[in-house]
């Protein structure tokens, strides 16, 4: 396998730590987003259309993009995705929380942030109301959490991966986690998993 990849994206790592994880080789090549290494005629159609990493080339040659549905991919008949139907929608319900509500708000500031993206008007206007529903994500995920050790059932899926991402970084986009204890003690189980690796780990 391959993964088309920019190893300082949230949702590169949610695939890379699911391999991790589940301990499969892989390849990882990079590409430069502050380039548009993603927006080239060759990438546009032949990886993705969407011009988005990451993008998971399987062993068979297809491509697969958006990282929750390669995630899915990987988990399908592993301890990360439940057997049972309705953990199964549980487990999908919290990654598409986290696509609407979580990572728009909370990995768009870092986003900004780490790339060092040039704060006009017009983007510090938005980061208002950023903060405000990223805030607001992470109030859902403590009162979820409160009582819980991961979101589905009783152990980690893939729904944790999905939120770890982001949620462990969130302070590199100006969040601050300290009203949030019960989303800390998760980030600490979710880190403590065999295999962890880092999001900086190539």
């Not at 986690?177 to 600490?188: C, G, H, S, Y």
Request: hydrophobic share 40%; proline share 5%; with cysteine.
């Amino acid at each position: 396998m391959r993964l088309h990849d920019n190893l300082s994206s949230g949702n590169g790592y949610k695939v890379r730590l699911l391999l991790a994880h589940l301990d499969l080789p892989f390849e990882r090549i990079e590409y430069d987003i502050d380039r548009d290494e993603t927006r080239t005629a060759r990438f546009l159609e032949t990886l993705n259309p969407n011009g988005r990493i990451p993008v998971l080339e399987t062993s068979t040659g297809n491509f697969l993009p958006e990282s929750n549905a390669i995630l899915f991919y990987l988990a399908d008949g592993t301890r990360f995705l439940p057997e049972d139907r309705l953990e199964r929608a549980r487990v999908l319900q919290w990654m598409f929380f986290e696509q609407y509500s979580h990572e728009p708000n909370i990995a768009t500031p870092r986003y900004w942030s780490v790339h060092g993206i040039e704060m006009i008007e017009e983007r510090q206007l938005a980061l208002v109301g950023k903060r405000e529903q990223g805030y607001a994500a992470l109030g859902v995920m403590e009162r979820h959490l409160d009582g819980r050790e991961f979101f589905v059932g009783d152990g980690y899926s893939i729904a944790d991966t999905a939120l770890y991402a982001y949620t462990h970084v969130s302070h590199e986009g100006g969040f601050d986690l300290a009203p949030f204890p019960a989303v800390r003690a998760w980030l600490d189980r979710c880190s403590s998993q065999p295999n962890h690796i880092s999001i900086n780990a190539g």
